[in-house]
Nanobody, 122 residues
Framework: QVQLAESGGGLVQAGGSLTLSCAAS????????MGWFRQAPGKEREFLGH????????YYVDSVKGRFTISRDNVKSTVYLQMNSLKPEDTAVYYC???????????????WGQGTQVTVSS
């Protein structure tokens, strides 16, 4: 059983930066690929990107590629989402999730955090 807890959300001005953290407990963190998702009001939960269990591979959707960076520290059992050049349309609740495979499919993620709100003002 894995528990995930996001932190670092808040209010930021357009063009600014923010880094989210997701701390894991339980299980073996290094066995899991980690993904980041977001959900804006009235919209479906959107996959943003993920990182392999060892941190050697990453993937990002086009809308965040070049602006967002996923990294992980398996000693600290923490995954990060560094967000730069933020836009108002980035406003959403951001979630981290753990998967035993390297997948973009939401159903492939077994454990989810509670989410953290990111609000980007114009």
């Amino acid at each position: 059983q894995v528990q995930l807890a996001e932190s670092g959300g808040g209010l930021v001005q357009a063009g600014g930066s923010l880094t989210l953290s997701c701390a894991a407990s339980g299980g073996t963190f290094s066995n899991y690929a980690m993904g980041w998702f977001r959900q804006a009001p009235g919209k479906e939960r959107e996959f943003l990107g993920h990182i392999s269990s060892g941190g050697g591979s990453t993937y990002y959707v086009d809308s965040v590629k070049g602006r967002f960076t996923i990294s992980r520290d398996n000693v600290k059992s923490t995954v990060y989402l560094q967000m730069n050049s933020l836009k108002p349309e980035d406003t959403a609740v951001y979630y981290c999730a753990a998967s035993r495979g390297f997948t973009r499919y939401r159903g492939g993620y077994d454990y989810w955090g509670q989410g953290t709100q990111v609000t980007v003002s114009s």
